[in-house]
């Protein structure tokens, strides 16, 4: 079975940092998460809500639970910006499970985290 993509982005910024703890405060997860994760003993049944924070933080990809795969963000936000496709049963579909996805990627929302951590850097 090969590593997730999002496992492999996780070891390379942890081996960049030199440590866990600087990778699980940036994607605000406890450093034991991280670490569970990276030893493949998290205990969640489903990790891809911490596998989507580390792809969005790390790389200009997500996990989409609707495709379940792997997309861009630009991806992601293009399908959250277009309205409602009635005569497509599954693009209607995707619309409304959009609109309720536990993962979201949320662009306004990472702006506003970007800027507030960047502010208290400054303090």
Do not use: W
């Amino acid at each position: 079975m090969s590593e997730s993509l999002a496992l492999k982005v996780c070891r390379e910024e942890v081996c960049k940092a030199g440590a866990v703890s600087p990778v699980a405060k940036k994607i605000g997860y406890a450093r034991s998460s991280v670490s569970l994760y990276l030893s493949g003993k998290y205990p969640a049944k489903d990790s891809s809500k911490l596998e989507t924070k580390i792809l969005t933080t790390f790389t200009d990809n997500i996990f989409c639970p609707f495709a379940e795969k792997i997309i861009s963000k630009q991806k992601c936000e293009e399908t959250n910006r277009k309205g409602t496709n009635t005569s497509n049963p599954m693009l209607f579909k995707l619309h409304q499970f959009c609109l309720k996805c536990p993962v979201k990627y949320n662009p306004k929302k990472e702006f506003m985290k970007q800027f507030k951590e960047n502010n208290d850097e400054q303090s």
